[in-house]
């Protein structure tokens, strides 16, 4: 079909007096550029002026790219202002519609463009309506309806770029194809948008590539580095690659822990694209991947995805070929993981493609053959790798319509196989269930709530535990299997899903041949057992009369706070108690934690919960106590006298325990993991709302008094360089009252060495002695639970030996060493396994007795008394709840602490050894940090008086 003039007449002088007003400033520009100009010796490989869409023909009426951004596209990268200035200058164009769907922490906008021939801009609502119907068939009247749809509708691709904001090309490539579809005179260009609806999120964050241009700006001269090495290519700590709390956004795409994510899936939710495609880069050695990736794929995936894969496949080879460029397929990138964007992408049945070009840094490079690589070609691979893609959707637009509709009607079937309904019951942590629930909502899953109690049948919930009949009450979420989002609710909410028999032998080939896994990311992500909430599934589909779920604004927790009471109390069950216990303790208000349950009124409060007495505050309590609420959402409740209506304490005793105002340092700059120090700052900072310091290394050193908690994330690398200079400064501080909290690596390097710190051990260095651990294990498990027989006591005198307590015997022929070596090749890959709670202890309160645990790497922990572990990994045989958990990984994990904590003279250390708050999103294990910050200074350590 012809297309007529790109741009309206009367739009024209609007769009010249817009050029007038940029040319000025460009001019500027340039002249200040020339002292970075490249010097003219330099050999020509420097420059790579190959046009990118050679045969373009474009609209002259239309800005160029390189008239908006001042510098040749592909010359340098474009940052978040330039490439905003290009779209909103082709967003004049009747081709192209602009949109925000979000802002990023830093408050830059996040857009996608909306690109279609006028024609199809004219009636935008009705195609967006008539493939939601495809996507969701109920609202199909007829199967003609369908064929209409799929013979009269364009087929939507999303294209998403630069998710790692160090990973430069996808965006500027974005620009280069918006202006190529935009301002291309060409036939079968308006052909091409007469077929399709593309819409381009040409910055899928902003925030870490404004961050990495920043940085290797700094590093650039008059002459180019090609030194891969050099700054002016690597930048520094933390890089670009996470956005602003240095979450990895190709991670997030199932948790929705950022803006940027929660945006961009509505987007989709709302567009139902048939094409998802996302723009990275990879090693500066490398040449060029796209799909079909390789096993193991996620069960949910859709068979009719590998037919697609290799239809695009064979079109972007070819387009590569045409320059003879480098590429491959079927290496390195996995498909079991669904939150990246081409797997996420998939889960909504759409064909999910990754593009991974050679990184350059955004200048040009030399690579190991000698070859040099520009910024400009690995912008046009990706260029060329958007047209190919988007070509081969538009030639095959009603084929794909075809299976799309296909995926979904397969979705809407019965599916005996799986699990078909998942239960959450409302327990009391309502918070936390709702953001469980938001987070599965923003993604297009159907959520009902019962309305009536009703019993289920042949449940199993996240312990693994199975149950023949349960009764639930109204107000239970359930989330059918059988809506038109099946794969995605399967890929987000199955406990247990399972690699194939196929992928499973060869990866047990390449650990023992080679000594690596070929899993790409974690094993297991099961969101509730992440949020730590109690759930389960039957295989036969649960039917109550329901409600659709909706989402609630945050209440202030909706209890009148009475003025003259004895008391007042917040339980510790609900989330909101984090927020409110920073709150309060920010505000000077005097709080204190119970060490055993109570009841206000009646209602029974949990360890944990806040108890705040009024003749220990000032007069303005109520005052706080009203903006505690507010800003928590937690209900506040008033004891009107200190006496206890039963045999619990009464409350102006001894049980209940003064808190201190936390003054938190949290470590941060290089070396520290960015993905481990930003999961906690997030934790503290959004989560809790607390105010921290972060500190740098070169601190450490100084004066510590002023904090009185100190946070040691994981880090890059060794941790020795980090703590020799620091070590003794930081023993002082401890003893003088301070909370150590060390993850990961660096909690591993205490427990490796007479630090003075801890005497964890991990269990490498002590192969020797795990008898002794073994015992101590299960002396632990055993205290306070000794029956008492009075007749063994008083007549006849008989010891009571906890079973498991004698288990110091060789393990196999091997010796213990080489054995201990053999298993740690199965280490675990991001498995989720049970842990068992101490709940007497303060750092555990708010906890279950058992949760799921998220687990990656080959620490493992040792602990005896007087260490004490209120957190421990089961044991091997009943451990593995989600993932692959080899049973040599299990038998060197089992019975082992996840935390420890030892007092030490006024202080205490505390050893993590995982991420508490992996991603973000393991809300589960989270409260254990937050625990160890707002509880651990006043339970934990000795204070001075005031
Ligand atoms: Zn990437």
Known sequence: MRFPQALHPARAVVLAGMILSIIPSLASHAIAQTSLAEPAWLP?????????????????QIPAPKDLLGFPLGSRPARHAQIERCFQAWAKSERLTLVTHGFTYEHRPLYHAIITSPENHARI????????????PRKLSSDAEAERIIRQTPAIA????????????????????????????RDDVAELLDNLVVIIDPMLNPDGRDRFITQTDEFQGTVPSLDTNSMQHAGRWPRGRTNHYYFDLNRDWILGVNPETRGRRAVIVRWNPQLVTDAHEMGSDDTYLFYPPRAPFNPNTSPLLHKWWKTFADEQGAAFDAYGWSYYTREWADFWYPGYTDGWGA???????????????????????????TYREAVHHHAVSSLSNI???AGHRREVLQDFLAQKRAALAADDARPATFLFPPGPNTTRTRALLDNLANQGIEIEVATSAFSAKNLTNTLGETA????????????????PRAALAGALLDFDPRMSD????????ELETRRRSRIYDITAWCLPMAAGLEAYWTKKEVHVTHSAYARAERSDGGLPITEHAYAYAIDSSDDSWERAAAFLLQAGVKVRAAERRFNVADRSFPTGSLLIRAHENDRDLTKRLRQAAEFSGAAVYSAATAR???DTPDLGGQHFLLLERPRVALLSGSPTSTNSMGSLWHAFDQDLGLGISLIDAAALRGDLRRYNVIVLPSLFGSAERLLAPVKSSLKQWVRGGGTLIAIGNVAAKLAREDSGLSAVRLRRDMLDDLGKYASAVALERQAGRTPVAPRQVWDTPTEHVPPGANLDKPETELNAKALDEWRRIFSPVGVIVRGRVNQDHWLAWGLPAELPLHCSGNNVFLAKYPVQAPLRYAAPTELRLSGLLWPEAGSRLGDSAYVTVEKLSRGQVLLLAQEPNFRGAWAGTRRLLINAVLLGPGCGTSPPAP
């Open 158 to 185: 999303w294209l998403g770029h630069s998710i790692h904001g160090d990973e430069l090309s996808g965006a500027d490539a974005a620009l280069a194809l918006a202006y190529y579809l935009v301002a291309s005179r």
């Open 125 to 136: 609502d009705a195609i967006r309506s008539a493939i939601g119907a495809l996507a969701d």
């Open 391 to 393: 070509k081969t959707l």
């Open 468 to 483: 023949e009949q349960r009764d639930f009450p109204a107000g239970t979420y359930l989330v059918q299997r059988r809506q």
């Open 44 to 60: 020509s490989a420097y420059q790579y002026d190959k046009p990118i869409y050679p045969d373009a023909n474009y609209d002259e």
């Open 644 to 646: 206890s209506s039963d």
């Open 347 to 373: 889960m909504q049945s759409a064909v999910g493609i990754l593009y991974e070009q050679a990184g350059t840094g955004g200048r040009p490079i030399r690579q190991s053959s000698g070859a040099i690589l």
């Open 502 to 509: 196929e992928f499973l032998t060869s990866e047990r080939r």
